[in-house]
């Protein structure tokens, strides 16, 4: 009895210890497992985690680009990857708490308040001119051969902020990826020709909507829908120009002979308003864009309820394609028959995402290895095509893309099954390769045609990415954000017909004072032009 | 008159303390956590709303960044009075109908639930009733979106009974928010919020209601006469508690429910907040709206207890 009693008391006394420790212990464990990889030298690295990959890894250090990278520069990476959906609060309580990684990848020009100058005087990201020569000169050698993109990708003063995301070297395919679909079978069933100019559109939407295309006997047909950007019907025709470009304007910001405008002060804006009412008061847009739900828009695609639509090329177009529908792009419309559309969407070969290196990397050498390595030729090669005889052979010389890519057994689609392997089809600190566009953007005819027929356009009002003084960028925060919260609830207002009088929209504007966000922009524009 | 005597008998505060403290040393050890946490999680955050009177910037820090003063209220005031006003309309607005038709649901919900004598019957129907508390905000939402967008179960079921004959979109027309916010709200919390006044149903003397039988009173009599007086002090409480919270609507559920085309009725003053202090990153201009929440709130809490007090003699202090 006596020593069953000691023994339990042993035993609780070990049990008690053993639970404090296995409290304690782990903090000693992770402890000294990072002692242990300080032989190997680690990097943090924040990037947004993208869906394609997010079908079958949770972080990219699966990708095996990635694990090559790692092994053939004896580093650790650790992504942090912020929520999907929450990457911008994530992003910003980062910032605001300065718990930085050593490396962020983020859009500095646009989602950053001041770009990417004011991030530098922030401290958060360091300038990397001094370090490039040194220790990364795959991009430097790459920004030597493209003075063009050189000239997109550093601030007015010349600064190199961080590594671009690059789309390729021909801008002829790289840069054309949204644009208007419609449905070919319909088109055929009615006796129309595929629609050029905002009249043509407005016909065939409206045969749509009243001649059953679909032929179940319902009159349930929308004409015309948004796929990517429904979140935000005004961005979507902020990123694409479709219809608005017609007049040749932009909802936004754009410039006309050195000349910045903006959109809504123009004359022509009231002829764009107009259209879209009337096309929305006629049932021929459809109403779920309001409600914002992209999930229904797209089932509504796939039950053939949708007849024209804009959206990407091949997230949407070759998704459709892939169920069988019998879909074709269309040019961007026009106002007058054979006239060439001045203003469609319209891309930059750098798309604004840069990988940048932090104040708060330690070994700031290191990191520009690991950066530059993607501008590299086996960089190149493990980021666009992933790992040889798997995920791509070589025939001649050329490039191929595996069957596991193509027509992926577990059914992923030929960009989500490249994601597993490769960086290509989600861009980033490298440039992507033409046989991605060819093999995997445009594996269809249909998309090789679609890429034809909206690279067709003049584009020429476009501004390039500006950047912006200290003062400046915080004036026009101040501007910019009260006018963007009215405009976006005004331009749904406007559509719908619940708010007609463009005037008193404009004057409210002029209140918000957008004259002076005009002037800001067109001196970012001048000293842009003067960039060597 | 006696507990003052005794006090004077009593030495120094200092040895009162020391007494107390030994004679109740494990109620005392249990108090450290809750006063750690208030400190911890409520006081020393408290530092950053300075932040309201600087221009922050996270490369200076908090102490570093300079101050402004009022700059950044006279920002929100003068420079986005736009949107200031209807801001501070919106959630107004929303508390006041929340008030009107959120605040005496669950009490009379509780009074017909007092009523019903089957128990079974009467526990079901309360175990029914919690059950839309404890589902997330995020679904709560995702069911009002699918229940009533365009092709959605209210529409349809309007539509098939001929009320209508073009669905309604509830979700993007601004008149249709408050109804939608303020209803599911009621869904959401009627029985849960009804536990507290069944609580205090339970604590009413039986002899009250004998004498009120006696006296010839019927149930609704009793309802009236005895009941709602007996829960009176909770109602109060529970009402000035509610005041507090008067300025804040629950961020969450309007994020997830507005759009822009229904800011005009959706917009308050907590997504504002979020979307200039986080989205937007001027933290400056967020901690003084916040701050100016806050106030707000603190003065209708006081006000609101001295009326209480006046009027019906429960309140909070």
């Not at chain 1, 405009?487 to 463009?502: P, S």
Request: proline letters at 5%.
């Amino acid at each position: 009895m006596d020593w069953f009693k000691s023994s339990k008391k042993v035993l609780s006394t070990i049990l008690v210890i053993a639970f404090t420790l296995s409290l304690v212990i782990p903090a000693f464990v992770s402890s000294s497992s990072t002692a242990y990889a300080k032989s190997i030298p680690t990097l943090t690295y924040f990037v947004r985690l993208d869906p394609k990959v997010a079908t079958s890894y949770n972080s990219y250090s699966s990708i095996a680009a990635y694990q090559l990278l790692q092994k053939k520069l004896g580093v650790k990476i650790v992504f942090k990857h912020p929520p999907v959906g929450g990457e911008t609060d994530q992003f910003n309580l980062m910032i605001a708490s300065r718990q930085l990684t050593d490396i962020i990848e983020w859009n500095w020009i646009d989602n950053y308040p001041g770009g990417p100058v004011k991030a530098m005087l922030d401290k958060i990201i360091i300038r990397l001119n001094d370090y490039l020569p040194k220790y990364a000169p795959n991009l430097n050698k790459y920004l030597q051969q493209h003075p063009d993109i050189k000239k997109l990708i550093v601030t007015d003063d010349g600064d190199i902020y961080g590594f671009p995301a690059l789309r390729g070297n021909n801008p002829k395919i790289a840069c054309v990826y949204y644009g208007p679909q419609i449905r070919n079978d319909w088109l055929k069933k009615l006796g129309l020709k595929e629609p050029e100019t905002v009249d043509d559109w407005y016909k065939v939407l409206k045969a749509f909507v009243t001649k059953d295309p679909n032929g179940n006997g319902k009159k349930d047909e929308r004409g015309f829908s948004i796929l990517r950007n429904a979140s935000n019907p005004r961005y979507a025709f902020d990123y694409s120009s479709f219809l608005v470009g017609a007049w040749g304007i932009k909802t936004d910001f754009f410039q006309v002979n050195g000349k910045v405008k903006y959109g809504p002060l123009e004359p022509q804006y009231k002829q764009f308003i107009a259209t879209l009412q009337k096309w929305w008061k006629e049932g021929l847009i459809d109403p779920d864009i309001l409600t914002m739900n992209q999930k229904v828009i797209r089932a509504n695609v796939q039950n053939d309820v949708i007849g024209a639509w804009i959206g990407l090329l091949s997230g949407d177009m070759g998704f459709f394609l892939n169920l069988k529908k019998d879909i074709i792009a269309t040019k961007f419309p026009v106002l007058k028959k054979g006239e060439y559309p001045l203003l469609g969407q319209a891309e930059f070969l750098f798309s604004r995402t840069s990988a940048a290196i932090t104040t708060a990397c330690k070994n700031v050498p290191l990191a520009m290895k690991v950066l530059d390595w993607g501008y590299s030729k086996e960089g190149y090669e493990a980021f666009n095509y992933g790992v040889l005889g798997k995920s791509y052979v070589k025939k001649d010389g050329k490039v191929y893309y595996t069957d596991e890519i193509l027509k992926n057994p577990q059914g992923l689609s030929a960009a989500e099954a490249l994601a597993k392997y490769a960086r290509a089809s989600i861009s980033g600190p490298f440039a992507q390769a033409d046989e991605y566009y060819y093999q995997i953007q445009m594996m269809y005819p249909q998309q090789k045609d679609a890429v034809e027929k909206w690279g067709q356009v003049k584009n020429d009002r476009i501004l390039p990415p500006l950047s912006f003084t200290d003062d400046e960028s915080k004036r026009l925060a101040n501007i910019m954000n009260t006018v963007n919260t009215y405009y976006d609830e005004m331009f749904l207002r406007l559509m719908t017909g619940k708010a007609t009088n463009v005037d008193a929209f404009v004057k409210t504007l002029k209140q918000m004072k957008i004259d002076e966000a005009i002037k800001i922009y067109q001196q970012a524009y001048d000293r842009w032009k003067k960039r060597k | 008159m006696e507990k003052a005597a005794v006090k004077s008998y009593q030495p120094n505060r200092w040895q009162e303390l020391k007494k107390d403290l030994m004679r109740n040393k494990s109620l005392y050890i249990m108090l450290i956590p809750v006063v750690a946490y208030y400190f911890i999680f409520h006081y020393i955050p408290m530092y950053g709303l300075q932040i309201a009177f600087k221009d922050f910037t996270p490369a200076k820090g908090i102490w570093g960044s300079p101050w402004v003063g009022l700059e950044k209220f006279k920002e929100f005031f003068v420079y986005d009075s736009f949107y200031v006003w209807r801001i501070i309309r919106n959630t107004i607005l929303i508390n006041v109908y929340d008030l009107i038709f959120g605040f005496p649901a669950p009490i009379i919900f509780a009074l017909l639930l007092n009523e019903i004598k089957n128990s079974i019957y009467k526990r079901t129907l309360q175990t029914v009733s919690y059950m839309p508390h404890f589902i997330s905000t995020v679904v709560i939402v995702g069911m009002i979106m699918d229940f009533f967008s365009r092709d959605g179960l209210i529409n349809q079921i309007l539509k098939s009974l001929g009320i209508l004959s073009e669905p309604i979109s509830f979700m993007t027309e601004p008149g249709w928010f408050r109804p939608l916010y303020v209803g599911s709200g009621i869904w959401q919390n009627l029985g849960w919020g009804s536990i507290v006044y069944l609580a205090a149903i339970s604590n009413i003397d039986p002899q009250l209601y004998e004498a009120a039988l006696i006296d010839g009173a019927g149930r609704f009599r009793q309802a009236l006469y005895v009941t709602i007086p007996g829960i009176l002090p909770t109602i109060v409480i529970m009402f000035l508690l509610r005041v507090g919270h008067m300025m804040n609507v629950g961020f969450e559920k309007v994020f997830l429910m507005y759009n822009p085309l229904t800011y005009e009725t959706a917009d308050v003053i907590s997504t504002y907040v979020y979307r200039k202090g986080l989205l937007e990153m001027d933290y400056s201009y967020g901690a003084a709206v916040g701050l100016f929440n806050s106030v707000i709130n603190f003065l209708l809490v006081i006000f609101s207890n001295k009326i209480a007090k006046k009027l019906t003699e429960t309140s909070l202090w």
